[in-house]
Nanobody, 115 residues
Framework: VQLVESGGGLVQAGGSLRLSCAAS????????MGWYRQALGKQRELVGV????????NYADSVKGRFTISRDNAKNTMYLQMNSLKPEDTAVYYC?????????WGQGTQVTVSS
């Protein structure tokens, strides 16, 4: 499975962005998937996860109530709706399976939030 993240950009604090994670291959739909992010000089961290059927989600405390993960298995695509963005959300955002990162990491998509 190859992963391609898109939708990042530069946004002012308080703004919104919607990221997409497009996956090739048939195994996407059977896996719990996660969004991860890595800020400059920091370790990659988990932002949130969504189960294979899209019913259950869970989020890091830092984004809870602001970010929403969804998926469309028919399109092999996962989404991350980010609202009320803060400068500390600035990072490169990636997607992969969870908990085991089964797939090759994509290039990620840069999100920059200005204050």
């Amino acid at each position: 499975v190859q992963l391609v993240e898109s939708g990042g950009g530069l946004v002012q604090a308080g703004g919104s962005l919607r990221l997409s994670c497009a996956a090739s291959g048939s195994t996407f739909s059977i896996n719990t998937m996660g969004w991860y992010r890595q800020a400059l000089g920091k370790q990659r961290e988990l932002v949130g996860v969504i189960t294979s059927g899209g019913i259950n989600t869970n989020y890091a405390d830092s984004v809870k109530g602001r970010f929403t993960i969804s998926r469309d298995n028919a399109k092999n695509t996962m989404y991350l709706q980010m609202n009320s963005l803060k400068p500390e959300d600035t990072a490169v955002y990636y997607c992969n399976s969870y908990p085991a990162r089964l797939f090759t990491w994509g290039q990620g998509t840069q999100v920059t939030v200005s204050s």
